[in-house]
């Protein structure tokens, strides 16, 4: 009996061992499988679903080997700061296995670093942080990681976040090796939200508050002429992006040659350049208006003169309207 189960446990380790071996070589095939479809779907600049793929190839059987391939294809697709991401994963894991492309692999992070943008989330001092939550680009953000560096892809970025109970939301651009900052617009914790308002003193005869709303009146309308130019910039962007899809990339973004690259990245660069300036345009506009708005009324007069500018755009151009009430 004794030896009975002695064979009869063999038998069961023997077979575990063997389960082990035949899954274990099921995963090295898939893994191995994604992998070639990850390079072929590289080869024909389809960045999503290759990286996708390389990604997939390294969550069954990571490596080293794996890792660097998605890099690189992030690296190709324009991602930079994720390409900076996998590209030290796998210098860590070489380090960590005494891996001789743990050299090679660190001058890769070195050349790449500089090219990374940096984009830097802010308070202004002595801002109040209780309760405050971030999102940057969808994805919760660490309030105690205001003010530091972080590395980001290029192109456009979106900040929400809730003060007060109130959403708010702001949106740069960045550039390939540039560093970007948004300041949050926060309440202080040394003044208080409501103030006693000073006795308003006597309005003189030549209405001290005309100057205001004049330079009210001037920054608003230098906001909407900023609008309108970025406005006519986006329109010729987006024409140059369609004509360079029709022209070089048979209508999709990831079949386009080396000359609808430059097109595209042209077009792009133009819009999002374009999104900044409308984003200053209105923050003047916004500004303009309070400057306006909040001159105390004992000061205004009926016989006060008001200019105005105005971007125009016609079926035969755009330009600017001057006008005004006297």
Same mark, same amino acid.
């Given at each position: 009996?004794?030896? @009975? ?31 070639? &479809? ?10 999503? #679903? ?25 690296? #190709?697709?324009? &991602? ?29 992070? #070195? #050349? ?7 984009? &830097?989330?802010?308070?202004? @001092? ?10 940057l680009d969808g994805v919760d953000f660490d309030v105690a990681a205001l003010g530091t560096d972080r590395r980001v892809d290029p192109g456009p970025h979106q900040v929400d976040y809730i003060v007060d109970g109130a959403k708010q939301t702001k949106v740069i651009p960045v550039e390939r090796g540039a560093s970007s900052e948004i300041i949050l617009d926060l309440p202080t914790r040394?003044?208080?939200? @409501? ?54 990339? @048979? ?76």
């Amino acid at each position: 009996m004794t030896r @009975r189960m002695a064979r009869l446990a063999v038998c069961g380790i023997l077979a575990v061992f063997s389960f082990l071996a035949t899954g274990g070589a099921a995963h090295a095939d898939r893994a191995d499988q994604l992998f070639k &479809k990850g390079k072929k779907l590289l080869a024909e600049k389809r960045y999503p #679903e290759a990286c996708t793929a390389f990604e997939d190839s390294d969550r069954i059987d990571p490596g080293i080997g794996a890792k660097l391939n998605v890099a690189r294809c992030y690296q #190709e697709w324009g &991602k930079l700061a994720t390409a900076w991401r996998w590209f030290t994963d796998a210098e860590r894991m070489a380090n960590q296995t005494k891996d001789d492309r743990a050299t090679k692999i660190h001058e890769l992070v #070195e #050349e790449l670093d500089p090219t990374v943008p940096r984009l &830097k989330v802010t308070a202004p @001092r002595d801002a109040d942080t209780r309760g405050l939550a971030i999102k940057l680009d969808g994805v919760d953000f660490d309030v105690a990681a205001l003010g530091t560096d972080r590395r980001v892809d290029p192109g456009p970025h979106q900040v929400d976040y809730i003060v007060d109970g109130a959403k708010q939301t702001k949106v740069i651009p960045v550039e390939r090796g540039a560093s970007s900052e948004i300041i949050l617009d926060l309440p202080t914790r040394a003044t208080p939200h @409501r103030t006693t308002r000073a006795a308003r003193p006597e309005v003189s005869e030549r209405d001290p508050g005309r100057n205001r709303r004049l330079l009210g009146l001037g920054i608003g309308g230098a906001g909407v002429v900023a609008v309108g130019i970025a406005g006519i910039v986006t329109l010729g962007a987006r024409s140059d992006y369609k004509d360079a899809l029709r022209a070089h990339c @048979r209508g999709a973004t990831d079949m386009c040659d080396a000359d609808g690259l430059a097109a595209t990245h042209s077009a792009r660069h133009r819009a999002n350049i374009a999104t900044g300036v409308t984003i200053f345009g209105l923050a003047a506009v916004a500004g303009g208006l309070v400057l306006y708005f909040t001159t105390p009324a004992a000061a205004a007069r009926h016989d006060e003169h008001a200019l105005y500018l105005a971007p125009s755009i016609g079926g035969d151009g755009g330009g600017v309207v001057l006008g005004g009430a006297f």
